[in-house]
């Protein structure tokens, strides 16, 4: 068995919140961002595994803090599975490999594309739009299958645990049972480009459909990502949720490592939530809403396994989806922080 896990502390600032704060946020203060602990057995051909981690974190991201998305201000968290400040299991399933190359995974999962939930896994502190539109945490059941120079899955559960749960069964009365996904994921080195692709698709019955298309590569020097994703509300949603039954948003990340020990993360967003619900964080059903966000973290490490960040963010709005301490509407944000990290 493997443990692994980390520790990270940070000092937060913002001009302004997301709306649903209602104007009584702090403007700046210290945070301990994530306790993690795990471990981990790699499951071996024809046997059994498993991978447990249990932690505390918080969620800021770049159109809401942390307060918000753990409902500090309005009473409703944003995430099925509980508040992330609360420690808990939020990654644990038991694997079985009955075979060499394919692999089943059971418990409680997360997605296979967009970012991850805990800060110490991202290169960002914050975490960008798209990821407030996206599953992220999931229980149920997934088969892989690599074939070498292309990996598939296919995975199904019951949606509970998933971001933006709550909002969907409080706020539009709509509340999908079961969920379905799938996707292939392969690279570009046979024809010289040094590439990973994916396409994946997540699909709840009678909520959202996702559809994202990722890729990625390392360059030497700099390292690039791009997601794309397309949201479309099944006809229930729809019913229930606004005047537009899709919406869609694109970020390209980019890793400037100009020498050892030190790396720039930059990211850049534009999300369209259209007329509909289906950005929660950005929505505004009567007149539609898009945003775009600015991300740069420049990060030391002075072990390969700890790191010193500090972080500029801004995004502006098309709408006044922020509040200054004062309670009036704002339709940008600037959110800083710096952050100390340790993983083992």
């Known amino acids: 068995m493997t443990l692994f896990g980390g520790v990270s502390a940070a000092y937060n600032a913002q001009d302004n919140d997301h709306v649903l704060s209602l104007g009584g946020f702090s403007k700046d203060g210290f945070s301990v961002n994530n306790v993690i602990v795990g471990l981990t057995k790699p499951a071996q051909d024809g046997g059994i595994g498993f991978t447990a981690a249990f932690g505390s974190w918080e969620a800021p991201t770049v159109v809401a803090s942390s307060d918000v998305v753990n409902g500090r ?188 020990g030190i790396q720039i993360p930059v990211r850049i967003e534009y999300a369209d939530a259209k007329k509909s619900q289906l950005i929660p964080t950005i929505a505004d059903t009567i007149n539609g809403n898009s945003v775009w966000t600015f991300t740069i973290t420049p990060t030391y490490n002075p072990t390969k396994n700890t790191f010193i960040r500090a972080e500029v963010s801004y995004v502006n709005s098309d709408k006044n989806i922020f509040v200054n301490d004062k309670g009036n509407p704002k339709d940008s944000r600037t959110t800083g922080a710096v952050e100390l990290g340790f993983l083992f």
């Open 73 to 260: 201000f309005i009473g409703l968290n944003l995430i099925g599975h509980g508040k992330t400040t609360e420690f808990k299991p939020w990654l644990a399933f038991v694997t079985y490999k009955p075979v060499a190359g394919l692999s089943v995974d059971a418990g409680l999962l997360w997605a296979n594309f967009g970012e991850r939930p805990v800060t110490i896994l991202n290169p960002h502190i914050t975490r960008g739009v798209l990821f407030t539109a996206n599953p992220v945490v999931m229980a149920g059941a997934r088969a892989s299958y690599d074939a070498g120079i292309a990996k598939v899955y296919v995975g199904t559960g019951k949606v509970g645990a998933q971001l933006m749960k709550p909002f969907y069964e409080n706020f539009l009365i709509v509340i999908p049972k079961t969920y379905i996904e799938a996707g292939i994921t392969g690279n570009l080195k046979q024809v010289g480009l040094p590439v990973d692709v994916g396409l994946h698709t997540y699909n709840e019955a009678g909520g959202r459909d996702i559809y994202a298309l990722t890729a990625g590569g390392d360059l030497g020097i700099v390292s690039l990502g791009l997601e794309v994703n397309y949201f479309k509300a099944d006809k229930v949603l729809k019913a229930a949720q606004g005047n537009s039954d899709s919406a869609w948003g694109a970020a390209l990340c980019a890793n400037v490592k100009p020498m050892a």
